[in-house]
């Protein structure tokens, strides 16, 4: 006896296949939908989903007065303004005095003149005649501080300015790198970054060198690569510091040299002027190039450029008898 096998064929109603297919229409269509909604409507939200897969932000509460780095210590504090006051009963001063003094401490601040400076003068609501060059500002301001400069070095976040000057503190000639941040307080930044470290923190860190560190190149595109290879070769972090300072007054040293040198007395100014390792090797290099100069730094010689301005301005009244023009 034989059996043959005669397969069952189970006929599914057709509605359901239908209902299946409708289905996946529909979920189909919901896709497409919210894929168009989010890209030509609500296009904010892919946005603040892309940003947050590679930023956060963290609420840092402030403290009045003091700007802190990531171990407590202290960036920027405020400072006590001067300002003029007295006390009536505890005053020793006869009646004309008094009198002299109650007419200053009454006395109302009021706009002599003006004078505009810096990267952004050109979009101040002055006309010409009170805008005033950096340089200008720099090498009048320096011999305000320090009335025998005849050389001015400004390293600031953005460039370098050798500046020399006349005996009444009038620019002669300058030079200065206007192309890139190259051997400024920016590049010093990136540094910072790329070591992990505050800017407030290098020059201390250099100063700890026991040999320099030749570095070939102070542009800021290079210098991480750089950086990254010195310290594969088992260079010292404070040897590789002492050697980027050293490469930024080496290359500072070129501008002066093309500005006409250093003459004496010579001024070191700009937010630079505060690092030690950079001074350190300054004082090193001027010595050697230029024998004994005087070299001055003034502690507050981030405010030359403003001092220079109001130098001018004050020049304009008291010598020129000019008055502050009216301004929308």
Not at 144 to 169: E, F, H, N, R, S
Not at 205 to 216: C, F, Q
Request: net charge positive; glycine share 10%; with cysteine.
């Amino acid at each position: 006896m034989s059996y043959s096998a005669t397969p069952i064929l189970v006929r599914l109603p057709v509605w359901r296949a239908r209902f299946v297919i409708v289905l996946f229409l529909l979920g189909f269509v919901a896709v497409a939908g919210r894929s168009g909604y989010l890209q030509a409507i609500r296009t904010a939200f892919l946005k603040e989903e892309g940003e947050a897969r590679y930023a956060r932000v963290i609420d840092v509460a402030a403290t009045r007065g003091r700007i802190l780095d990531r171990n407590g210590e202290a960036l920027a504090i405020s400072t006590p303004v001067k300002s003029v006051w007295a006390m009536p009963e505890e005053l020793e001063a006869d009646r004309r005095q008094r009198a002299a003094l109650a007419r200053v401490l009454d006395m109302p601040l009021e706009e002599a003149y003006v004078v505009g400076t810096g990267y952004g003068r050109a979009r101040l609501p002055f006309s010409k005649e009170h805008i005033r060059s950096e340089i200008l500002c720099h090498g009048l301001g320096a011999h305000v501080m320090y009335p025998g400069t005849a050389t001015v070095l400004d390293i600031g976040g953005q460039d370098t300015k050798a500046i020399q000057v006349d005996p009444q503190g009038i620019v002669e000639s300058f030079q200065m790198n206007d192309r890139c941040a190259a051997g400024c307080g920016r590049y010093l930044g990136y540094i910072a970054d790329e070591m992990n470290m505050g800017l407030h923190e290098l020059g201390p860190l250099a100063m700890k060198s026991t040999k320099t560190v030749r570095i070939n190149s102070t542009c800021t595109v290079f210098a991480g690569a750089e950086l990254r290879d010195r310290l594969s070769l088992g260079e010292k972090r404070e040897d590789i510091m002492a050697g980027l300072h050293r490469a930024i007054i080496l290359r500072a040293m070129s501008i002066l040299a093309r500005s006409g040198g250093i003459r004496n007395e010579f001024t070191f100014t700009g937010g630079v002027a505060k690092n030690e390792a950079a001074v350190k090797s300054l004082v090193s290099l001027v010595r050697e190039n230029y024998g004994e100069v005087t070299l001055n730094i003034n502690p507050d010689s981030i405010y030359t450029g403003a001092l220079g301005g109001a130098t001018f301005a004050w020049r304009a009244v008291m010598e020129e008898g000019k008055t502050a023009e009216a301004r929308a």
